[in-house]
């Protein structure tokens, strides 16, 4: 098996959690919801989180770059998950317990089999030499994403890999109330996690693009810092996402000094999302995509070559950012 890939099986919760008996508003099939109480975590607290580095929590998926095939490659996040049986064996041991822990897998049958090139998350737990899977009954990992595999065309619009680029959106380097567009090597983006967000994922909360003309974006993890955040208490925390320009957020991703990492989500705290505008979109963008002499020829109509088009241009958020055909 392949060496492990970023990322750690699962993010806590700031706060310590329980099971409400309420159908998830997170998960489908789910028949309860976990809600943060008003105690902090003691993992929290003992990675000192009152002083951690609070960034905004995207809603997306998770991306990451490494190595594939010996050059810098964008993988896309696949879990592996149980078959038909075993997920239905699980799903009633979750009805009658109210939890998903306790459930015994048999890692060897009960799991569908993925591509050759799946590589587990790091932190995943094994068990005589197998991974093992998470409270949820998934196997965290990572496939590359290759141009003919049309399961991933949207995470392979954002990367050209004759030119070894991605498209990025990040704050710009001199101003930190301004946004860009940029194009990126590959291999600056090295063993680092992003989220990918746009039109045609999870619902589309931030207006990207449109049906005709879709726009896809990569976002590196933690790059969006919250800068003025609020103390970590439950009852602050509730009012700045309801109060705050700035809470217009999915949730808070604090990093830790000692490299660990906590999260609050809004359905953590029983708050809409999305609810109204964002605060993504609130910043002013600038795109920054020139022309790539390496890259593909049927770049040329692809993503690079329409945003290549706006390059040098401002606009007052990244929803305005509209593709010609």
Same mark, same amino acid.
């Given at each position: 098996?392949?060496?492990?890939?970023?990322?750690?099986?699962?993010?806590?919760?700031?706060?310590?959690?329980?099971?409400?008996?309420?159908?998830?508003?997170?998960?489908?099939?789910?028949?309860?919801?976990?809600?943060?109480?008003?105690?902090?975590?003691?993992?929290?607290?003992?990675?000192?989180?009152?002083?951690?580095?609070?960034?905004? /929590?995207?809603?997306?998926?998770?991306?990451? !770059?490494?190595? %594939?095939?010996?050059? +810098?490659? #964008?993988?896309? =996040?696949?879990?592996?998950?149980?078959?038909?049986?075993?997920?239905?064996?699980?799903?009633?041991?979750?009805?009658?317990?109210?939890?998903?822990?306790?459930?015994?897998?048999?890692?060897?049958?009960?799991?569908?089999?993925?591509?050759?090139?799946?590589?587990?998350?790091?932190?995943?737990?094994?068990?005589?030499?197998?991974?093992?899977?998470?409270?949820?009954?998934?196997?965290?990992?990572?496939?590359?994403?290759?141009?003919?595999? /049309?399961?991933?065309?949207?995470?392979?619009? !954002?990367?050209? %890999?004759?030119?070894? +680029?991605? #498209?990025?959106? =990040?704050?710009?380097?001199?101003?930190?109330?301004?946004?860009?567009?940029?194009?990126?090597?590959?291999?600056?983006?090295?063993?680092?996690?992003?989220?990918?967000?746009?039109?045609?994922?999870?619902?589309?909360?931030?207006?990207?693009?449109?049906?005709?003309?879709?726009?896809?974006?990569?976002?590196?993890?933690?790059?969006?810092?919250?800068?003025?955040?609020?103390?970590?208490?439950?009852?602050?925390?509730?009012?700045?996402?309801?109060?705050?320009?700035?809470?217009?957020?999915?949730?808070?991703?604090?990093?830790?000094?000692?490299?660990?990492?906590?999260?609050?989500?809004?359905?953590?705290?029983?708050?809409?999302?999305?609810?109204?505008?964002?605060?993504?979109?609130?910043?002013?963008?600038?795109?920054?995509?020139?022309?790539?002499?390496?890259?593909?020829?049927?770049?040329?109509?692809?993503?690079?070559?329409?945003?290549?088009?706006?390059?040098?241009?401002?606009?007052?958020?990244?929803?305005?950012?509209?593709?010609?055909?």
């Amino acid at each position: 098996m392949r060496r492990p890939g970023a990322v750690q099986q699962k993010i806590p919760c700031v706060f310590l959690t329980e099971v409400k008996d309420e159908a998830s508003r997170k998960r489908d099939g789910q028949n309860f919801q976990v809600v943060a109480t008003e105690t902090v975590n003691p993992v929290a607290v003992e990675s000192d989180v009152y002083s951690a580095i609070a960034t905004e /929590k995207l809603d997306g998926t998770c991306c990451y !770059v490494t190595a %594939y095939r010996g050059d +810098a490659y #964008l993988w896309a =996040r696949l879990d592996r998950k149980p078959t038909k049986q075993a997920d239905k064996r699980f799903k009633k041991h979750q009805h009658s317990q109210k939890t998903c822990k306790g459930f015994t897998w048999n890692v060897e049958e009960d799991f569908r089999p993925v591509p050759e090139s799946w590589i587990p998350a790091r932190r995943v737990q094994y068990e005589s030499g197998r991974p093992i899977p998470d409270e949820h009954g998934h196997i965290p990992g990572w496939v590359p994403v290759e141009d003919f595999n /049309k399961q991933y065309c949207w995470h392979a619009s !954002v990367v050209d %890999y004759s030119a070894r +680029a991605a #498209l990025v959106l =990040r704050p710009n380097s001199e101003d930190e109330d301004l946004l860009e567009i940029a194009c990126v090597p590959l291999t600056e983006l090295m063993e680092q996690t992003l989220e990918l967000i746009g039109t045609n994922v999870n619902g589309n909360p931030y207006g990207l693009g449109s049906k005709k003309n879709p726009l896809h974006l990569l976002v590196p993890h933690g790059i969006l810092r919250v800068r003025n955040a609020p103390v970590v208490e439950y009852n602050q925390l509730r009012s700045w996402f309801r109060e705050s320009a700035e809470g217009r957020v999915e949730g808070i991703v604090w990093h830790c000094n000692d490299g660990a990492l906590v999260k609050v989500h809004r359905h953590h705290l029983g708050l809409k999302w999305p609810d109204g505008d964002t605060f993504l979109n609130s910043l002013p963008v600038e795109v920054h995509v020139d022309w790539l002499p390496d890259a593909s020829p049927d770049s040329r109509r692809n993503l690079f070559s329409a945003l290549s088009d706006l390059s040098r241009r401002r606009f007052s958020s990244v929803r305005d950012v509209q593709l010609e055909a």
